[in-house]
């Protein structure tokens, strides 16, 4: 059985007065805790949360939240105790143990697996990065000395163990617990070989706010869609216009505007993406301003207030159901109207015209009606 060991506990000055322990900070909905014990759990681990001692219920609470099963045991005062504790924790027949550092929520599977082999074949396995900075030994301020980089690894967690090693090890120097600032360092003190493996450059460590601040994948755009849906009355003695353009056939659509029917549906889906309203909230129809106006500048005036509001449309789509007249000679001019208006490309604009068999209003030739869909992100 292979034991993984999160440790939670640290203090975390270097966060600031964050007022809460780093670990139970969100990042994707959850705890950054979290993360890792799920990497393990899926491993079929048996983990083992070290928490906070005052604070052992919130960390319950969250693995709760998370469906997730771990024991949960008190730290001790610093990381070395923690650990401790973690070790005696463990369940009889451990023979593997991983110790992970609860601030490293980026831990992927694979590197788990990779050190948990490594362990197993050489007693002691940590994942290991090259050294690309300089490093210089000093004193005060004096310099005394540049170790040669090609010999230096910077060192991260899981660190993997055969769990007799390390757990004689770190009963035995229990008394001298902050000598020691990683767990390889406690089996090296015992005088046993640790093997480095390859390690992983995603699995940092949230030390300062920066690095927290850096996990919030600021370049994941905010996507949203909406739908739109429109019907106007076909009737003698108006102009047919349908995407700003004057479609000729012996009716017209009915309304107060333009009674672009294909146009309506469009905003409403545009706004409905941006959760502002619909279309008759932005330009009532008992309003004299917008009798008989183009339906574009309607258009124009939504695009205005949704780019005020920090979005961009990425893509529209339109299906016009329609049994006459014929529609599929003017979509592309549809097409164009509609990405000019918008100021958009138009590939990123598609018009579709159907009928609908004859059946229902639109069959009977009485109506026209319009659906939309309106992908925006949000900058
Ligand atoms: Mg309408």
């Given at each position: 059985m292979t034991g993984a060991i999160v440790l939670c506990?640290?203090?975390?000055?270097?966060?600031?007065?964050?007022?809460?322990?780093?670990?139970l900070l969100p990042w994707r909905g959850e705890p950054l805790f979290i993360h890792s014990v799920r990497v393990f759990s899926s491993l079929k681990m048996d983990v083992i949360v070290a928490a906070p001692a005052d604070d052992l219920e919130a960390f319950k609470d969250a693995l709760r939240a998370a469906g997730l099963k771990a024991k949960v045991v008190p730290g001790g005062g610093d990381r070395y105790l923690s650990v401790l504790n973690g070790l005696r924790a463990c369940?009889?027949?451990?023979d593997i143990v991983l110790i992970h550092d609860?601030?490293?929520?980026?831990?992927s599977p694979e590197l788990a697996e990779r050190v948990e082999k490594a362990a197993l074949e050489k007693g002691g396995a940590i994942p290991a990065l090259p050294c690309v900075d300089t490093i210089k030994t000093v004193e005060g301020d004096l310099i005394t000395g540049t170790p040669t980089r090609s010999g230096l690894k910077r060192v991260q967690t899981p660190q993997g163990f055969r769990y007799d090693l390390i757990r004689q090890a770190y009963e035995r120097f229990k008394d001298e617990s902050?000598?020691?600032?990683?767990?390889a360092s406690v089996l090296e003190a015992a005088g046993k070989d640790v093997y480095v493996v390859e390690g992983d450059p995603?699995?940092?460590?949230?030390?300062?706010p920066q690095d927290y601040l850096g996990l919030?994948?600021?370049?994941?755009p905010e996507i949203s869609v909406g739908i739109g849906q429109d019907t106007h009355r076909l009737v003698e003695g108006r102009k047919l216009i349908l995407c700003g353009v004057e479609v000729p056939f012996e009716k017209g659509l009915l309304g107060?505007?333009?009674?672009d029917v294909a146009v309506h549906a469009l905003i409403d889906a545009i706004l409905g993406a941006a959760a502002l309203g619909d279309i008759g909230r932005h330009f009532?129809?008992?309003?004299?301003?917008?009798?008989?106006?183009?339906s574009l500048k309607l258009l124009e005036h939504v695009m205005n207030l949704i780019r005020e509001k920090g979005f961009a449309l990425c893509h529209a789509d339109i299906t016009v159901t329609c049994q006459?007249?014929?529609?599929k000679d003017h979509i592309e001019e549809m097409r164009k109207n509609l990405a000019v208006t918008m100021g958009v490309?138009?590939?990123r604009v598609s018009v579709k015209a159907t009928t609908?068999?004859?059946?229902?209003y639109e069959g009977r030739g009485e109506g026209i009606s319009a659906m939309s869909a309106a992908t925006l992100m949000k900058n």
């Amino acid at each position: 059985m292979t034991g993984a060991i999160v440790l939670c506990g640290g203090s975390g000055t270097r966060m600031g007065p964050i007022g809460v322990n780093k670990t139970l900070l969100p990042w994707r909905g959850e705890p950054l805790f979290i993360h890792s014990v799920r990497v393990f759990s899926s491993l079929k681990m048996d983990v083992i949360v070290a928490a906070p001692a005052d604070d052992l219920e919130a960390f319950k609470d969250a693995l709760r939240a998370a469906g997730l099963k771990a024991k949960v045991v008190p730290g001790g005062g610093d990381r070395y105790l923690s650990v401790l504790n973690g070790l005696r924790a463990c369940v009889e027949k451990t023979d593997i143990v991983l110790i992970h550092d609860g601030a490293r929520p980026r831990v992927s599977p694979e590197l788990a697996e990779r050190v948990e082999k490594a362990a197993l074949e050489k007693g002691g396995a940590i994942p290991a990065l090259p050294c690309v900075d300089t490093i210089k030994t000093v004193e005060g301020d004096l310099i005394t000395g540049t170790p040669t980089r090609s010999g230096l690894k910077r060192v991260q967690t899981p660190q993997g163990f055969r769990y007799d090693l390390i757990r004689q090890a770190y009963e035995r120097f229990k008394d001298e617990s902050g000598r020691f600032t990683d767990d390889a360092s406690v089996l090296e003190a015992a005088g046993k070989d640790v093997y480095v493996v390859e390690g992983d450059p995603g699995n940092e460590k949230i030390t300062v706010p920066q690095d927290y601040l850096g996990l919030k994948d600021p370049v994941t755009p905010e996507i949203s869609v909406g739908i739109g849906q429109d019907t106007h009355r076909l009737v003698e003695g108006r102009k047919l216009i349908l995407c700003g353009v004057e479609v000729p056939f012996e009716k017209g659509l009915l309304g107060h505007s333009d009674a672009d029917v294909a146009v309506h549906a469009l905003i409403d889906a545009i706004l409905g993406a941006a959760a502002l309203g619909d279309i008759g909230r932005h330009f009532p129809d008992s309003d004299e301003k917008y009798r008989g106006i183009s339906s574009l500048k309607l258009l124009e005036h939504v695009m205005n207030l949704i780019r005020e509001k920090g979005f961009a449309l990425c893509h529209a789509d339109i299906t016009v159901t329609c049994q006459r007249p014929k529609l599929k000679d003017h979509i592309e001019e549809m097409r164009k109207n509609l990405a000019v208006t918008m100021g958009v490309s138009v590939e990123r604009v598609s018009v579709k015209a159907t009928t609908s068999e004859g059946l229902g209003y639109e069959g009977r030739g009485e109506g026209i009606s319009a659906m939309s869909a309106a992908t925006l992100m949000k900058n």
